[in-house]
């Protein structure tokens, strides 16, 4: 998605400076001016289309740098929160499992019995909310 902003940004400065340069060299290749005055003109011109040029690129890539950075910061924010969350549900499951061994006197065949008890109404209402 930023590829496309980026790219777009670009196409539209390019075409920006470009629509300018051309502008003005024809504004002044049309106006009665002597060929010295002329080539002066046009090179102040471009110097001041550099310059402004140059500054675009620059509020360009600070937006850009910007854009990025926020988008960092929240992807971090986004994969702690995560983590943390599945941290919780690992503990609970574990806390679950223990409290199941403990009930089921770690008989194997008790435990299997449970487990596949809560896995079928686990699946029962699962099918349920699905009609």
């Known amino acids: 998605m930023s ?15 470009a629509g300018g340069v051309v502008g003005a060299l024809f504004a002044l290749l049309y106006a009665p001016k002597p060929g010295k005055e002329l080539r002066s003109d046009i090179k102040r011109k471009a110097g001041n289309m550099a310059e402004d040029a140059g500054e675009y690129i620059k509020a360009a890539t600070m937006k850009g740098k910007e854009i990025v950075s926020q988008g960092m910061s929240k992807s971090e924010k986004l994969i702690s929160e995560t983590k943390e969350k599945a941290g919780h549900i690992l503990d609970d499951a ?29 699946q029962d209402e699962k099918n349920r909310d699905a009609t």
């Open 94 to 122: 574990e806390k679950m499992l223990t409290g199941i061994r403990e009930r089921a006197g770690n008989e194997p065949g008790k435990i299997k019995a449970a487990f596949r008890a809560g896995m079928d109404a686990y």
């Open 3 to 17: 590829d496309d902003k980026s790219g777009l940004t670009k196409g539209l400065l390019i075409g920006l400076i």
